[in-house]
């Protein structure tokens, strides 16, 4: 199984811009499907976007679309999601997962790895 682990979370003011990066430990990372999420306090785990094993698609939440981009570098065994202008309600705890069946999801349950989660906190 693979193994994640986040990093770029910081400060950042609305409006503002930030890229996380996920390091997959493990051979077979281009056979993951990936996803990100996050997750504020008190509030349940939500989609952020998600990309096939080769990056040739990707699949967005509504309020992401335009602003979040997702990609990957599987030479590398790196998830990348680049997040532009910032909303204050989007500070929270971003996690990349991975998914083995070959299939786009949204929903967390569908995840078979998760990393421990990098904070990003959004200032107005």
């Known amino acids: 199984q693979v193994q994640l682990v986040e990093s770029g979370g910081g400060m950042v003011q609305a409006g503002g811009s930030l890229r996380l990066s996920c390091a997959a430990a493990?051979?077979?990372?281009?056979?993951?499907?990936m996803g990100w999420f996050r997750q504020a306090p008190g509030k349940e785990r939500e989609f952020v976007a998600a990309i096939t094993d080769n990056g040739g698609s990707t699949y967005y939440a509504d309020s992401m679309k335009g602003r979040f981009t997702i990609a990957r570098d599987n030479a590398k065994n790196m998830l990348y999601l680049q997040m532009n202008r910032f909303k204050p309600e989007e500070t929270a705890v971003y996690y990349c997962?991975?998914?083995?069946?070959?299939?786009?999801?949204?929903?967390?349950?569908?995840?078979?790895?998760w990393g421990q989660g990098t904070q990003v906190t959004v200032s107005s």
């Open positions: 493990g051979r077979l990372f281009n056979r993951y499907f």
């Open positions: 997962a991975a998914r083995r069946y070959y299939s786009l999801s949204s929903s967390p349950v569908d995840y078979d790895a």
